[in-house]
């Protein structure tokens, strides 16, 4: 173990590593201080169960426009950087909005004022969530490939603690803190995470020559066609036709590229940019407009979209029916957690060499199940049956977590198999991107079925029509399976 961190510090660099461990565990750790958001919007601003998860689906909007950061950043290098400055930026965008709601308590109590700082609080994250992403994926071409494990294993690993950590202390800290310091105690965090920042350098020779991840320099290059031996093309018959008509392509588009790089050398600097964002967003479009990539992505964000979200709902069952304090349900998001780490060892173990639309479906039935337990709660069998309320919530959240996580591990795989050679990184993003829309629509859709079904604190008589609507619209995405492809397997090889 520590030769392995020997090696990593003297291949990246301690600085480097440490930015790197530190982001990614204040993104796990931000469960501790929005847990703190749910009783504030449910105890100090009395919303309805609806209202609360709308302010939720706003203010987590901006994790719906990844790619836009990575456009951003590739194009439009700030003093000749393109990563640090950008960092730099989002950490200040994910402190402030917590340092304001810690010292104003009429900015906190305002239901609009609290949304609009919450949802700049989650542009600075997910910005930095894309810039740390693109860190890395520089750090393993330009210097150490062989490391590229290695670095993925210490980002989600510090996730994991940051999120574990977060939701353990999150819920004990409500039961003796105040809210508003718990504002402000989370904001050491990206204080520190501001402060790395300065002590990692970044080569601003690299913003003169086009990086070999943007997705200007490789689209031309590359084309953006699937690559012909990827396992979703290599069966086609046809594939013999585009491999001609792609040389042919990439022969006029690498003379256009060096025309347009002519022109560039007399434009000014804004007009470059400009070029630069358009050549980028166009190259993005025309990827994600073959049929093979926009079709399974439009499933995982049906998937979505179908199914409404009803986890506010529950969380004001459980803390005003149920009585369950913030601590325990702290304890219950970090067994969740393990639930969701038992799920990618038996997904990798056992699952991996089945076809995608097998576990896809399996995984659905599984979900529509399972709100079996939620249904007995609810409907008070469990106590019938001599088995606590909390023994329910904790089984129910590891099982839920552990099943979503075989949801989730076709979608990462799926979106690298589809991804072209050339703009994987931006493309990826996108991908993340639909599937972070698609939660934030089903939430949406949850806080309107909550709405019809007058669903309110202290009301709770629908939540059981609720929950069996929610478990039906689970077989919904079943139905759509077809378009995701019928030869894929869980398997990234």
């Known amino acids: 173990m520590i030769q392995w961190t020997k090696q990593l510090n003297a291949a990246f660099g301690a600085s480097f590593l440490w930015l790197i461990c530190m982001i990614y565990f204040t993104q796990g750790f931000r469960s501790f201080v929005w847990t703190s958001i749910s009783y504030q919007l449910k105890d100090n601003l009395k919303l309805s169960p609806s209202a609360s998860q709308f302010v939720f689906s706003v203010a987590f909007f901006p994790w719906s426009i990844k790619p836009l950061y990575g456009i951003l950043s590739d194009c439009i290098p700030i003093k000749g950087r393109k990563r640090i400055p950008y960092l ?35 542009l600075g994250s997910a910005m930095a969530d894309v810039v740390v992403d693109a860190m890395i994926a520089e750090a393993v071409r330009y210097e150490r490939a062989s490391f590229a494990g290695d670095l993925q294993s210490i980002s989600w690993s510090s996730m994991a603690l940051g999120g574990i950590c977060g939701s353990l202390l999150g819920g004990y800290a409500l039961s003796i803190l105040r809210i508003d310091t718990i504002f402000l105690l989370f904001c050491v ?14 080569n601003s020779e690299n913003s003169k020559a086009e990086p070999e991840n943007s997705i200007v320099r490789d689209s031309h290059m590359n084309g953006s066609t699937l690559d012909e031996d990827s396992p979703l093309t290599k069966k086609s018959h046809s594939s013999t036709r585009r491999r001609k008509k792609g040389k042919k392509n990439a022969k006029g588009r690498a003379v256009n590229s060096s025309k347009s790089k002519i022109y560039k050398k007399g434009d000014s600097l804004a007009l470059k940019w400009f070029h630069s964002l358009k050549e980028a967003i166009y190259d993005l479009c025309r990827a994600f407009r073959q049929p093979m990539i926009w079709r399974p992505m439009s499933w995982f964000f049906l998937a979505h979209v179908t199914i409404p979200n009803l986890s506010t709902v529950i969380f004001y069952y459980e803390t005003e029916v149920l009585k369950l304090e913030a601590s325990f349900l702290g304890t219950s998001r970090v067994v969740g957690w393990l639930g969701l780490m038992l799920g990618t060892f038996i997904y990798n173990r056992h699952l991996k060499y089945m076809t995608l639309r097998k576990i896809l479906m399996c995984a659905h039935i599984g979900l529509a199940f399972l709100n079996l337990l939620q249904i007995a709660v609810v409907s008070r069998k469990n106590i019938a049956f001599g088995i606590s309320d909390k023994i329910m919530v904790l089984f129910g959240s590891a099982l839920a977590d552990g099943i979503n996580q075989f949801k989730f591990m076709p979608f990462l795989i799926l979106s690298g198999q589809l991804c072209p050679p050339g703009i994987e990184g931006t493309l990826f993003a996108l991908f993340m991107s639909i599937n972070n829309l698609g939660s934030t629509v089903g939430s949406f859709v949850g806080a309107g079925l909550a709405s019809i079904l007058n669903i309110d604190s202290g009301s709770f008589d629908n939540l059981l029509l609720g929950i069996i609507v929610h478990a039906l619209c689970n077989f919904i995405p079943i139905a759509f399976l077809f378009l995701i492809p019928k030869e894929a397997t869980g398997s990234s090889t």
């Not at 994910?94 to 700049?120: E, K, N, Q």
């Open 189 to 202: 965090l990206p204080c520190i995470q501001l402060l790395s920042c300065c002590f990692v350098e970044e």
């Open 88 to 122: 730099v930026i989002a950490t200040v965008l994910s402190l402030v909005p917590w340092f304001i709601l810690g010292l104003s308590s009429t900015l906190r109590d305002s239901t609009w004022h609290l949304m609009v700082l919450l949802t700049a609080q989650n």
